[in-house]
Nanobody, 132 residues
Framework: QLQVVESGGGLVQPGGSLRLSCAASGFTFSLDYYYIGWFRQAPGQEREGVSC???????????SYTDSVKGRFTVSRDNAKNTVYLEMNNLKSEDTAIYYC????????????????????WGQGTQVTVSS
């Protein structure tokens, strides 16, 4: 059974930091073979792409960020732990949302993309609340 699980969400004050984790199980290959996307959905808003990281097998992974998080968020992977992280610094109230991890398995593209329909498998999400 294929499963994607996010963790690490919580309540943090403005200016604070959180690190989200994305773990997957049941896939044929380890996560470094796949593309991982981070998305978020705030109350009453559409889900939006936040960041992604391409597969890293055979080459260095490429990353992408939406403009509102550039310079504050960093996506990375730990192949030994088969986990992808989203390090979030200098958090703002507008970062409050449910954060989702998504996996794309069917590609050999050099880059990843922040298109929801590009991803095949999704986690259930983890809540991030930025408030004083």
């Amino acid at each position: 059974q294929l499963q994607v699980v996010e963790s690490g969400g919580g309540l943090v004050q403005p200016g604070g930091s959180l690190r989200l984790s994305c773990a997957a199980s049941g896939f044929t290959f380890s996560l470094d073979y796949y593309y991982i996307g981070w998305f978020r959905q705030a109350p009453g808003q559409e889900r939006e792409g936040v960041s992604c990281i391409s597969r890293s097998v055979g080459s260095d992974a490429s990353t992408s960020y939406t403009d509102s998080v550039k310079g504050r968020f960093t996506v990375s992977r730990d192949n030994a732990k088969n986990t992808v992280y989203l390090e979030m610094n200098n958090l703002k109230s507008e970062d409050t949302a449910i954060y989702y991890c998504a996996v794309r398995t069917r590609s050999t593209a050099r880059n990843c993309y922040l298109w929801m329909n590009w991803y095949d498998y999704w986690g259930q999400g983890t809540q991030v609340t930025v408030s004083s």
